[in-house]
């Protein structure tokens, strides 16, 4: 097709063209020392997560993927309806049965598992994916004696979630 003929059928828009092209951005929303979401979220503020494109939650914890559906749902309403992601890499159990301050509650605990595969097009339409942002087996760092630093691969941890995996 003629280019005037396109641009005059598209609007001036040229999709094929010399397109402007962005980066998506996604902001993570965390809950410092909360096994489980809050009840609400906290405000946005200058936080500049209007500029994302959506949020990404439960990263490196626990929490089961519906307590944080209904979380992001909350979330998403404050920040005019953005989608999210869940982090699901150890919640198959959901949060550790331990005080929320101790060690057994956030460093490598016992008793945790993978949660469901990673897949994008999750059952929620706010929700859009659940995926292993931290990776299985990824040390929350050396609390106990024997355990790798924060981030180090540990075999034997990642067996031990392999094996308890409901």
């Known amino acids: 097709m003629h280019r005037s003929r396109r641009d005059a059928r598209l609007g001036g828009r040229d999709p094929g063209g010399?397109?402007?092209?962005?980066?998506?951005?996604?902001?993570?929303?965390?809950?410092?020392?909360?096994?489980?979401?809050?009840?609400?979220?906290?405000?946005?503020?200058?936080?500049g997560s209007g500029q994302a494109d959506g949020f990404s939650l439960n990263?490196?914890?626990?929490?089961?993927t519906a307590d944080y559906?209904?979380?992001?749902?909350?979330?998403?309403?404050?920040?005019?309806?953005?989608?999210?992601?869940?982090d699901v890499p150890r919640n198959g159990r959901g949060a550790p049965d331990a005080a929320p301050a101790s060690i057994d509650a956030w460093c490598n605990p016992p008793g945790?598992?993978?949660?469901?595969?990673?897949?994008?097009?999750?059952?929620?339409?706010l929700a859009v994916g659940t995926l292993w942002i931290k990776e299985p087996g990824a040390s929350d760092g050396n609390c106990r004696d024997g355990e790798?630093?924060?981030?180090?691969?540990?075999?034997?941890?990642a067996l031990r979630l392999i094996q308890q995996r409901p």
């Open 69 to 86: 559906q209904t979380y992001g749902d909350s979330v998403s309403a404050a920040l005019g309806g953005k989608q999210c992601v869940i």
């Open 59 to 64: 990263v490196s914890n626990f929490a089961t």
């Open 18 to 47: 010399a397109r402007e092209h962005r980066r998506s951005t996604w902001t993570p929303v965390t809950q410092a020392g909360s096994p489980t979401p809050r009840p609400s979220p906290a405000p946005a503020g200058d936080s």
């Open 148 to 157: 790798p630093p924060a981030g180090q691969f540990w075999p034997d941890y």
């Open 112 to 125: 945790v598992a993978p949660g469901e595969n990673p897949r994008i097009g999750a059952d929620r339409a």
